[in-house]
């Protein structure tokens, strides 16, 4: 149940609850693609910088261990120790990334797994039924992730077919909750706003799903390649058709700037392999912009990757300790990178909510927007 607290324009500061607790939006999801976070951190790593979601990856998971075995074991939260939500994302995205190796039919998408080549098929069905082995608090609904831009009847024909999947999501995901086969039997399921950047199909695509009275509502297939301005103008676009007293998840997004900007167009929940990832090539985000850790002028710098971050990295470590485990290849360096990305994103949402329970957040917005985006 989403309750919303206040606004601020468009910007929105609310509480979802769930059987796995209430999480404090606006906010950001952490990912743990295969259970984990990539950099050597685990359940407790996350609570420990102040993490309220994680997000696992249904397609991977699927692979390896099996959806099976995980059910066997509990489910995510047992298996993983993570003992708050967890968001499991359909597996469309990886399955129609996979676009030299799918076939495409009404019924779902036969393709090839990228581990051992096997021929694999999954549609609406199969992706509730591995979710519901896995047993996350939210499941995402089987969708068409189109190229984008895709050509105008294609996307309008994607459209059509993503609505007749996500039916299909929710008549299983109640069955197999009304006969006990669902891990967590209060599991909750989000739609997917598709339509490329047209806005017709964009609109006309969220009425729909909004009609189907979900848990919440996601917008894909953005931050796909197309410039910043077009996502914002179609979040600010599809915003009005969204129901107000849903949640908001924005897919796939992205730099602090482009979460500031998502938020200040009425968006609740992110997520992003972006700290992560980019913490493991020595990039790291601070108050004061983004610092490349392997450059030569941090080679004697003691003082801390960012002096206003709380975080255990820059509580006991210096810039030059942090380059040298990089420059030696040390997988140290790594973790202590992630792990303070990860805060930093926390702590930045975080701050954003304290804005608007302040009833600042547009002030808050002005500066930070494009500093923190910066490279130093």
Not at 2 to 28: C, D, M, S
Not at 207 to 219: F, H, S, T, V
Not at 227 to 243: G, N, Q
Request: net charge neutral; charged share 25%; proline share 3%.
């Amino acid at each position: 149940m989403y309750r919303l607290i206040k606004t601020e324009g468009n910007a929105r500061r609310g509480e979802f609850v769930t059987v796995h607790g209430t999480v404090q939006t606006p906010a950001f999801m952490n990912v743990a693609t295969a259970g984990a976070i990539k950099g050597g951190l685990s359940a407790f790593d996350l609570k420990e910088n102040h993490c309220q979601v994680m997000l696992c990856n249904t397609y991977h998971l699927h692979l390896r261990p099996g959806d099976a075995v995980v059910a066997r074991l509990g489910g995510l939260h047992k298996f993983t120790r993570w003992d708050g939500p967890i968001l499991t994302d359909s597996g469309g995205f990886q399955v129609f990334s996979l676009s030299k190796l799918r076939r495409i039919t009404e019924e779902g998408v036969t393709f090839a797994s990228h581990l051992d080549g096997r021929r694999i098929f999954m549609g609406p069905e199969q992706s509730m039924q591995i979710q519901a082995n896995l047993g996350s608090t939210i499941a995402m609904a089987f969708d068409e992730c189109m190229q984008n831009p895709a050509e105008y009847g294609y996307a309008k024909d994607s459209c059509a077919r993503t609505v007749r999947w996500l039916a299909r999501c929710k008549t299983e995901l109640a069955r197999l909750k009304r006969e006990g086969e669902a891990v967590n039997p209060d599991q909750l399921l989000f739609g997917i706003n598709q339509g490329c950047c047209y806005d017709d199909l964009r609109v006309e695509h969220m009425k729909q799903i909004a009609e189907m009275d979900l848990d919440g509502y996601a917008i894909g297939g953005l931050a796909v390649g197309e410039p910043a301005s077009e996502m914002y103008r179609v979040i600010t676009l599809v915003e009005e058709y969204m129901p107000k007293d849903k949640i908001r998840y924005l897919m796939g997004v992205g730099t602090p700037g482009n979460i500031l900007e998502a938020i200040r167009r009425g968006v609740d929940l992110f997520d992003c392999v972006m700290p992560s990832r980019n913490a493991r090539h020595g990039h790291l985000f601070t108050w004061k912009g983004i610092v490349n850790i392997k450059n030569a002028k941090y080679e004697l710098d003691e003082s801390p990757v960012d002096e206003a971050c709380d975080c255990a990295s820059c509580r006991h470590f210096s810039k030059a300790y942090l380059r040298h485990l990089f420059k030696a290849d040390e997988m140290l360096g790594m973790r202590l990178a992630v792990m303070h990305n990860l805060h930093f994103y926390n702590t930045l949402l975080a701050r954003a909510r304290q804005a608007l329970d302040e009833g600042r957040f547009e002030a808050f917005y002005r500066q930070y927007v494009d500093l923190l985006d910066t490279r130093i």
